[in-house]
């Protein structure tokens, strides 16, 4: 799964993920996040291009990327990729929220999961639309709560949300100098396994969004 939490996608890190031979099996899949909406300018394909050339038969390469269908079409690498006959490509729409809680009821009904629709709710404010998550959280609780009915505090304790979905009770808490919270919600994270590099990618990330809108804003009152 590339790039790896904190690091920059580059060639030299695809290429060594590409050509290493698979372990303990006959293939290798290699899962590349967000290349294609980076890699946008003609003089970023001389780079690409001898990565994606003689790839070894064991090495299976998928590039996964959210963002305009039509924008990616565009870029000088997919037209290059798709043009080979090895190449499939998959276009799939962003999963909604209906969707989402469809999936949620249907999957809860097949592991007879006794939850009501607030919990499910509450569950989705947490996971997104990160169907996969969904569906091991409800596996969780399912483990946890046997034939007994999900409540909401069972969800607030044992339903770990990404950290997106909690970037604004963290701002909240750091800005109103709320170390207490701050601490527990970092601490919570690190447990779940998140790096710390990537939490505080995620954190100046927002920060930069917060201070566009704020840019945005005040070029509007000005005209």
Known sequence: ?????????????????????????????ILVRGLL??????????????????IPESSIAVLYDIGS??????????????SRDDVHIYPFGEV?????????????GNIKLNIAEPEVRQILALVGT?????????????GFSGVSPITSQMVTEMIHGSF??????????????????????????RISGVEDLYLFSMLLRQIRLLLLVCTLVDEGESR
């Open 1 to 29: 799964d590339l790039p790896h939490q904190g690091e920059k996608i580059s060639p030299p890190m695809v290429n060594q993920a590409l050509h290493s031979p698979p372990f303990l099996s006959e293939k290798r899949f």
């Open 37 to 54: 909406t980076t890699a946008t300018k003609k003089t970023d394909l001389k780079l690409w291009k001898p990565v994606f050339e003689n």
């Open 69 to 82: 269908k039509k924008k990616i079409e565009k870029t000088a690498l997919y037209k290059l990729l798709s």
């Open 96 to 108: 909604t929220t209906v969707e989402m809680s469809n999936f949620a009821n249907t999957y809860a």
């Open 130 to 142: 990160d169907i996969w998550m969904l569906k091991n959280e409800l596996d969780k609780l399912k």
């Open 164 to 189: 997106d979905s909690q970037i604004f009770t963290f701002l909240d808490a750091l800005t109103s100098s709320d170390t207490g919270r701050v601490f527990a919600l970092l601490e919570k994270e």
